[in-house]
């Protein structure tokens, strides 16, 4: 039977506290046993007064505003903004995986430990490493690990080596890591390739080198050719090489850092293998050994007995724990379901493409008026390339800079800009196998647009952006003060 609901009906939000004072409805005196009564609001919340409907408007509105990796294409050169399956996040977001207590027994959690332990196996294939520790958060962690385990060696084996080398092509976060880990910086020059050569490290090398960072693909999208001679030569000094495999998207399956004759290596689980990123995390930057640097390695590792997984603590010089509990779960999740989505044969097919992208636009771009390749040379690019807009600035004044602000007017994103460091008017393109042709031909065209406007009305390019919700900002001003005041420009949806 059903049944007439009574007359009238109350409001269940019937306490308004932006509109009556608390004590109405609090009292005081019993809440001051809990909460210093200094600290207790007397009156009302200044709360805007707006509907429900318009916070709904509001907030879907600033949504559209970011523009994000399934948007559009996403160029960040080094920072390998591809597509992220939706399957991963939807398994990655099931209960199942998500509310696991990190403190369950090892016996309640053998299907964990097996991902875990299976995804150390695959990295370790594609790399041509024997042990990893999946503990690092980022890549940059990986480095700080990699060389505190070179630390530990040569303290172990009573060596005295407080040098590394980096070249001038390293990413950024190379020498900060070997300083934070107490060495000193020893930076070697790339040549006219754009490449380390043996030679140079012969200068630098000696008794305290510990050993040698190497980028490759090095930041100027470069595979290192001379890379078997360096290696054999720094082992004769008894140094350690350590690979910064950040870019693996460019190498997997083709080739693999432990056959070059690195002996650590990290690689960034969130770039290459597909866990959405920008914007601080999570991430994780696994770290590989060879055999004679497993006791090194940061614990627990999780290895397997008959048919049991265990976790194993009682490695003999480890350096101890770098992440609470096995390190960001979630993500490790994603990258060993990416690789089972898509196989070794699918990785190694990613990577060619995204090479081939890469080259693709990049012979399309190089012989824009103003631009110049970096190096200004022939040789075959990698995932990713750079070019100089040295000479657009000095014939327009427009800057990269600029030029970027600009593309984003185009509703398409910028690439990285001002790195590397060793690049006058830097911009760095990494297009990645998840764009198609048609979007990396538009972001072609718009290249060549903006070149056209530089030349034609640079000011239109140097007041950029102007189609875009937030204008430029005082970036001085904002790393500064770690906050910035933008200038809004409230205009309603765009796209
Ligand atoms: C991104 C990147 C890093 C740092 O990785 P994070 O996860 O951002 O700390 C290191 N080296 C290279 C080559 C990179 O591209």
């Not at 100027?220 to 350590?242: C, K, P, Q, T, V």
Request: proline share 6%; with cysteine; hydrophobic share 35%.
């Amino acid at each position: 039977m059903f049944r007439q609901a009574k007359w009238p009906l109350k409001n269940v939000f019937e306490y308004r506290l932006d509109e009556e004072p608390i004590s109405k409805y609090i009292d005081i005196e019993e809440l001051s046993k809990y909460i210093p009564k200094r600290l207790i609001r007397r009156s009302k919340i200044n709360f805007p007064k707006l509907s429900e409907f318009d916070v709904v408007r509001h907030y879907t509105r600033l949504s559209q505003h970011n523009y994000g990796v399934d948007l559009g294409i996403y160029p960040l050169g080094s920072c390998t903004m591809k597509y992220n399956p939706r399957f991963n996040e939807h398994v990655a977001s099931t209960f199942t995986f998500k509310d696991i207590h990190p403190d369950t027994p090892e016996k309640y959690v053998q299907g964990v430990l097996e991902i875990i332990y299976e995804l150390s196996g695959f990295l370790a294939s594609l790399t041509g490493m024997d042990y990893f520790s999946l503990q690092p958060a980022a890549g940059a962690q990986g480095e700080f690990v990699g060389v505190l385990i070179m630390k530990k060696y040569f303290e172990m084996i009573g060596e005295e080596r407080d040098e590394i080398i980096i070249p001038d092509t390293a990413h950024g976060t190379n020498p900060a890591s070997a300083r934070m880990g107490g060495f000193k910086i020893i930076e070697v020059p790339s040549d006219n390739r754009g490449m380390l050569s043996l030679s140079m490290i012969k200068n630098v090398v000696g008794d305290r080198t510990a050993g040698l960072m190497l980028t490759n693909p090095n930041t100027l999208g470069i595979f290192e050719e001379d890379i078997l001679e360096i290696a054999d030569f720094l082992h004769e000094n008894g140094s350690l090489l350590y690979y910064d495999g950040a870019n693996l998207n460019a190498i997997m399956g083709w080739i693999k850092p432990g056959d070059m004759g690195f002996d650590i290596v990290h690689v960034n689980l969130h770039k290459t293998f597909s866990t959405p990123h920008g914007g601080g995390g999570p991430g994780a930057g696994p770290v590989g050994v060879k055999k004679h640097l497993r006791d090194f390695l940061p614990v627990p590792i999780v290895e397997k007995e008959g048919d049991r997984y265990k976790l194993v603590w009682d490695l003999r010089h480890t350096i101890g724990k770098v992440h609470s509990y096995f390190g960001n779960f979630l993500v490790l999740l994603r990258a060993y379901l990416y690789i089972r989505l898509m196989g070794f044969d699918g990785l190694k097919k990613a990577s060619s493409i995204a090479v081939l992208n890469s080259n693709y636009v990049f012979k399309k771009v190089r012989n824009l008026r103003g631009v110049s390749p970096y190096p200004d040379n022939d040789k075959f690019r990698m995932h990713e390339f750079v070019i100089s807009l040295d000479k657009l600035k000095r014939d327009t004044g427009v800057s990269a800079r600029d030029f970027s602000k600009r593309i984003i007017d185009y509703g398409v994103y910028a690439p990285t800009t001002y790195f590397p460091l060793i690049v006058p008017e830097a911009l760095m393109i990494e297009p990645t196998e998840t764009v198609s042709k048609d979007a990396l031909d538009t972001y072609i065209d718009v290249l060549s647009k903006v070149v056209e406007e530089a030349y034609d009305e640079p000011s239109k390019v140097i007041n950029s952006p102007v189609n875009t919700s937030v204008g430029r900002i005082d970036e001085a001003y904002g790393s500064r003060l770690k906050t910035f005041k933008p200038t809004f420009r409230w205009k309603g949806l765009r796209r």
